[in-house]
Nanobody, 127 residues
Framework: EVQLQASGGGLVQAGRSLRLSCAAS????????IAWFRQAPGKEREGISA????????YYADSVKGRFTISSDSAKNTVYLQMNSLTPEETAVYYC????????????????????WGQGTQVTVSS
């Protein structure tokens, strides 16, 4: 059974950093793409970053480029999202999701292309 476990969220002040983790089980990272999405109250789920299983390809939405870094540790089957200089507007539930790399057609990532989802982790940025 494929499972994704997102963790690392919390309450931080504006300008500070958090690192999210997405631990995968039930499949290996070979030929997969892992993406991070976020959803604020009343808003649509937004794809913000993605990485190929080899780590050779990464994507960042304009809204996070230069501040967020996605990385993967294949030995641990874990993907990380380092988030720096957070703003209150980035308060949301953050989700990681996975799909076969060959199924990815769209950037920014869109939810319909991702088959497996973690449960989400809350990130709250105070002003």
């Amino acid at each position: 059974e494929v499972q994704l476990q997102a963790s690392g969220g919390g309450l931080v002040q504006a300008g500070r950093s958090l690192r999210l983790s997405c631990a995968a089980s039930g499949f290996t990272f070979d030929d997969y793409a892992i993406a991070w999405f976020r959803q604020a109250p009343g808003k649509e789920r937004e794809g913000i970053s993605a990485i190929s299983s080899s780590g050779s390809f990464t994507y960042y939405a304009d809204s996070v480029k230069g501040r967020f870094t996605i990385s993967s540790d294949s030995a641990k089957n874990t993907v990380y999202l380092q988030m720096n200089s957070l703003t209150p507007e980035e308060t949301a539930v953050y989700y990681c999701a996975a799909t076969f790399l060959r199924l990815v057609r769209t950037f920014p990532p869109i939810p319909s292309e991702y088959n497996y989802w973690g449960q989400g982790t809350q990130v709250t940025v105070s002003s």
